[in-house]
Nanobody, 115 residues
Framework: QVQLVESGGGLVQPGGSLRLSCAAS????????MGWYRQAPGKQRELVAG???????NYADSVKGRFTISRDNAKNTVYLQMNTLKPEDTAVYYC?????????WGQGTQVTVSS
């Protein structure tokens, strides 16, 4: 199992940008899938973006063209670059690692988009 620590959340105005980081406790090169999820108050947790060990990415329709996921295997870190943020992006963002059917979650980082 891998431990994950998210950082980079905060308060930003609409139209602004943030970059979230997810630092893993071990080498992520062999981890099949790493993703960013979010959960807004009163809503279910949803997949925002994911990246496989081969570098394939997928995004929720609501963030396509605005968010970019990337992984730096040398730093054991996955990033989520979020641009043109909207109030509806406000949520707690979680990092997840999935390998061999076993999932690990981080503790989450709050992102608030408000003027």
């Amino acid at each position: 199992q891998v431990q994950l620590v998210e950082s980079g959340g905060g308060l930003v105005q609409p139209g602004g940008s943030l970059r979230l980081s997810c630092a893993a406790s071990r080498n992520i090169l062999s981890i099949n899938f790493m993703g960013w999820y979010r959960q807004a108050p009163g809503k279910q947790r949803e997949l925002v973006a994911g990246v496989t060990s081969r570098g394939f990415t997928n995004y929720a329709d609501s963030v396509k063209g605005r968010f970019t996921i990337s992984r730096d295997n040398a730093k054991n870190t996955v990033y989520l670059q979020m641009n043109t943020l909207k109030p509806e992006d406000t949520a707690v963002y979680y990092c997840k690692a999935l390998n061999g059917g076993i999932g690990s979650w981080g503790q989450g980082t709050q992102v608030t988009v408000s003027s």
